[in-house]
Nanobody, 122 residues
Framework: QVQLVESGGGLVQSGGSLRLSCAAS????????MGWYRQAPGKERELVAGITSGGNTNYADSVKGRFTVSADNAKNTVYLQMNSLKPEDTAVYYC????????????????WGQGTQVTVSS
């Protein structure tokens, strides 16, 4: 089993910054992708930013230039630095990881964190 534990959410004023962290633990063979999704009330879950094991990143257009995703592969941890936050960034942020486990067979699974609330006040 693999667990994703998130931290770093909270309440911040518009224009402020927050840093989210997500650590993966368990029977991990390798991690192919780690990223962040968010879901606002009444809206679908959307990809915010992600990073592959090779270091390739992708971002939603709405966060380009404001958010930065990074990873510490040795710690199986992904970070999301969020700057210049706007009220429309308010949502529950979920960590996502595509993890290869070796037992019972070598296979990739998709895992989710429990979610962390980010609230940006105007």
């Amino acid at each position: 089993q693999v667990q994703l534990v998130e931290s770093g959410g909270g309440l911040v004023q518009s224009g402020g910054s927050l840093r989210l962290s997500c650590a993966a633990s368990g029977t991990i063979f390798s991690i192919n992708f780690m990223g962040w999704y968010r879901q606002a009330p009444g809206k679908e879950r959307e990809l915010v930013a992600g990073i592959t094991s090779g270091g390739n990143t992708n971002y939603a257009d709405s966060v380009k230039g404001r958010f930065t995703v990074s990873a510490d592969n040795a710690k199986n941890t992904v970070y999301l630095q969020m700057n210049s936050l706007k009220p429309e960034d308010t949502a529950v942020y979920y960590c996502n990881a595509k993890v290869v486990v070796s037992r019972p067979i070598l296979r990739e699974y998709n895992y989710w964190g429990q979610g962390t609330q980010v609230t940006v006040s105007s």
